[in-house]
């Protein structure tokens, strides 16, 4: 699957983009978003508890209990404000 970051995450993470492979049991954007948490520091500073994050699975905003599938492109970012 291919993870995208964008604003402030890109910049935290230190990438705009990673190609990864969850565990099996990891099922849902929620279930996605705290293993990827455990990836190292950096992931776990930028996407920790309390983080204000949209989520997308193959360009739809979702929820966190949405599922995805390997094939899919997961899109995280900071809520945005325009002007």
Do not use: C
Not at 32 to 42: D, G, I
């Amino acid at each position: 699957m291919t993870i995208l970051y964008f604003a402030r995450l890109r910049d935290e993470i230190g990438t705009s983009e990673e190609k990864l492979s969850p565990p099996k049991g990891v099922k849902t954007v929620g279930e996605l978003l705290k293993w990827l948490r455990e990836q190292s520091p950096a992931h776990g500073h930028a996407l920790g508890p309390g983080a204000s994050l949209k989520v997308a699975v193959n360009q739809e905003y979702k929820g966190l209990e949405a599922p995805f599938g390997a094939d899919d492109e997961i899109a995280i970012f900071p809520p945005v404000t325009g002007g």
